[in-house]
């Protein structure tokens, strides 16, 4: 078990290790990564690795992140329904949903998810992830270990698995950035704790986020403010060139992060007169496809994943987006607010996986839906490694807002993935009937989940950089496997 963690003990270790990775100055070359754009180049072109991309099954990832944790019985793997009713004893309840049939003979999901129920022979649905054992349960802690493979701290600056991939395959399409993040704001409760992983770390600015915190104004990511002449935008970015160059990472930062951050800005010039950058002008959407995804954020945000996918972006993350008591992170009033949820969720999420297939990109195309963990009303971790209460659960149920999946559970999670040669049509894994509803059968592991995404895509499972003269894998150790039964 580990030590207890708050927030404040969080926010010092990852803001030590990213000035660490500043120190460090720049990553050496591993078995694919390099510190060079140039070179990397020319490993890409290599015989060795252009044989393993040739054999890769996709292109292009979609991370569909359900920020909070969403309960895997009331989402993708229900059990015993026992409906409200005052007086309710609270250990009774498993599922507060009906469950629905699904195009899958045999295979239900909860109520509410009936759109998605109706593409699950396009993809796998995983009912058998397992998350880290954290100590004291922190969204913030679970999502980092959740988007980098490592658990905080680190004694650097850890990269996300977009950024990892944005420097193992480069981008699809030099103009559309190679790893986009939509629909997150970094200015909300926890926006520090956001900021440990929406980060390329230790590989350079050029290979972190291109942030769109709203998909309605993607268009404004990519172009000057309003009223601004693009010699004036000219003219204010060599103004910020200055500073930059007079400032502290100016003085004290390596030669190589510094050549990254100025490769960065060159890749928004060549996106902000590109031909391209309409794809993030949603207001060309046809009204139909439009009014489909339009269930709020996430679902525009699935939008524009799927125009970005069509003009060969490499890695999107949409979310929908972690805020402290709101989406799916139900301290109460659970029943009541995944209704919502799955309003957000469930048509935008299988128009996408339609349309990709449509247009044939869902081939080479991953598209995973995932939580950090999931919950259960009466159990806080996971059974035999319990950890303090963060809600109270009364064991008598008078009144609607304790009717629901309250408390953090790790020990039985759900992640659908479709495309990207991923087996259509299957379930993968099981999870206990009863409480507690932990998995019982063919667990599965971070390390597991990345190194399947990274075989997909044709990155070498060992693949990693030099940093403060240690070998820094894309998962620990670089001993991880892909899940092969998952693949078709």
């Given amino acids: 078990m580990h030590a207890k963690w708050n927030r404040r003990e969080f926010l010092r270790t990852a803001s030590a290790a990213t000035l660490g990775a500043l120190a460090a100055g720049a990553p050496m070359a591993g078995l694919l990564s390099s510190c060079s754009t140039d070179k990397n180049k020319k490993l890409l072109a290599s015989d060795t690795v ?4 040739a054999d890769s099954k996709a292109d292009t990832v979609i ?46 999901l909860s109520e509410g998810l009936e759109s998605i129920g109706k593409v699950l022979d396009k993809g796998t649905l995983i009912r058998s992830y397992v998350a880290a054992d954290l100590g004291f349960i922190l969204h913030s802690r679970h999502q980092y270990h959740w988007h980098t493979c490592y658990e905080p701290p680190q004694s650097v600056a850890a990269p996300h698995i977009g950024a990892w991939i944005a420097k193992e395959l480069g981008p699809n399409n030099p103009v559309i950035p190679a790893f986009i993040d939509i629909g997150q704001r970094l200015t909300l409760g926890e926006g520090e704790e956001l900021k440990a992983f929406h980060t390329s770390g230790f590989l350079g600015n050029e290979f972190g986020p291109f942030m769109i915190p709203d998909p309605t104004t993607g268009l404004e990511s990519v172009k000057p403010p309003v009223g601004m002449s693009y010699k004036r935008f000219e003219r204010r970015n060599q103004l910020y060139n200055d500073l930059i160059s007079n400032s502290a990472f100016g003085e004290f930062g390596s030669g190589y992060q510094k050549e990254s951050l100025m490769r960065s800005m060159e890749q928004s010039y060549m996106l902000l007169n590109s031909p391209e950058a309409k794809a993030f002008d949603l207001s060309t959407e046809p009204k139909e496809s439009y009014d489909i995804y339009n269930t709020g954020k996430f679902g525009l945000g699935c939008l524009l994943a799927r125009r970005l996918t069509e003009k ?8 929908t987006e972690y805020e402290p008591f709101k989406g799916w992170d139900t301290h109460e009033n ?6 919502e949820m799955k309003k957000q969720i469930d048509a935008p999420v299988a128009q996408l996986i339609k349309d990709l297939d449509k247009t044939g990109h869902l081939d080479r195309t991953l598209v995973i839906l995932a939580s950090e963990f999931s919950r259960d009303m009466m159990v806080e971790g996971r059974p035999g490694e319990k950890v303090k209460e963060q809600v109270d659960q009364p064991d008598i149920i008078d009144y609607i807002k304790y009717y629901g999946m309250h408390r953090h559970f790790t020990d039985g999670c759900s992640i659908l993935m479709f495309g990207g040669g991923i087996k259509k049509g299957n379930v993968y894994g099981k999870t206990a009937d009863e409480r507690p509803c932990k998995t019982i059968e063919k667990p599965i592991v971070i390390d597991q989940v990345h190194q399947t995404i990274y075989h997909a895509l044709g990155i070498a499972a060992d693949a990693h950089a030099m940093v403060e003269e240690r070998p820094f894998y894309t998962t620990p150790d670089g001993i991880a496997k892909p899940v092969m039964e998952l693949f078709a």
């Fill in 50 to 53: 252009k044989a393993r991309i």
């Fill in 63 to 108: 991370l569909l992140w359900m920020a909070g944790g969403m309960a895997h019985t009331d989402t993708f793997d229900p059990k015993r329904y026992t409906p409200f009713e005052k007086g309710l004893d609270a250990n009774r309840v498993l599922s507060t949903f009906k469950s629905v049939p699904t195009v899958l003979d045999d295979v239900y």
């Fill in 312 to 319: 060969g972006a490499r890695f999107i993350s949409v979310t």
């Fill in 334 to 339: 659970g029943y009541t607010r995944l209704k």
